[in-house]
């Protein structure tokens, strides 16, 4: 039972474009989600959360969007840049105010910056 | 600073042997959690530790254990290996408890079970 669904494994875009990843989940418990992005041989490496009570955040070229009733997420990248091409992860909690660190997965997707 | 190192880099196992993983965190950091990610999905939650003490446990048999030491650093124990716990084991150390601190990963052990 796939709670967080990355439905596209893979994602090209040109360089200086906009990169849109797409994230949904079942859950209607979840209150709080990151966005996680991993080079190879590399740990994951946070890039942006959002919680339930927002419906965007914002970080430099990178912003979150989450739309609750469609329980559905997307981080936009602009402009995409050549060292962004890696694997995103999306990631959602129940409970952020708790002492909860079960993070939930999708599968990821591979963006790939073509120059 | 140092970040979150994991030892050893590569392990190769025979299924029904036991191995042990290490976790060193990040200096000041209380908090480690182990994942388990099989190639082609995302990670899976594992253990949280906290002052010592397990503070979240995932879907996991009892084959898999964890502690966490004095200094905070950290073990992953897998005993009676199968094939399927080949994958790569994520450490990942934070201030504290709640999902709104941010977590640092360590580059992981990848584990082959034969």
């Known amino acids: 039972d796939q709670q967080v669904k990355q439905n596209s494994p893979s994602l090209s875009v040109q360089e200086g474009r906009i990169s849109i990843l797409n994230c949904d989940y079942t859950n209607s418990m979840f209150d709080y989600f990151l966005w996680y992005k991993k080079y190879p041989a590399e740990g994951p490496t946070f890039l942006i959360s959002i919680s339930s009570i927002k419906d965007k955040n914002e970080d430099g070229r990178f912003t979150v969007f989450l739309n609750k009733s469609a329980k559905h997420l997307s981080l936009h990248i602009v402009p995409s840049q050549p060292g962004d091409s890696a694997v995103y992860f999306c990631a959602a909690s129940e409970g952020f105010m708790d002492s909860n660190y079960q993070l939930i997965w999708g599968a990821g997707t591979k963006l790939i910056i073509k120059p | 600073d140092a970040g979150v190192t994991q030892s050893p880099t590569h392990l190769i196992k025979t299924r029904g042997q036991h191995v042990t993983l290490r976790c060193s965190p990040i200096s000041g950091h209380k908090s480690v959690s182990w994942y388990q990610q099989v190639l082609g999905q995302g990670p899976q939650f594992i253990f949280q530790?906290?002052?010592?003490?397990?503070?979240g446990r995932g879907n996991f048999p009892d084959r898999f254990s964890a502690r966490q030491f004095p200094n905070y650093s950290s073990e992953l124990n897998v005993n009676a290996l199968l094939l399927g716990d080949s994958a790569l084991y994520l450490c990942?150390?934070?201030?504290?408890?709640?999902?709104?601190?941010?977590?640092?990963f360590g580059p992981g052990t990848r584990l082959t079970v034969t």
């Open positions: 530790y906290y002052e010592k003490e397990e503070r």
């Open positions: 990942a150390s934070s201030v504290g408890l709640a999902v709104t601190y941010e977590q640092y």
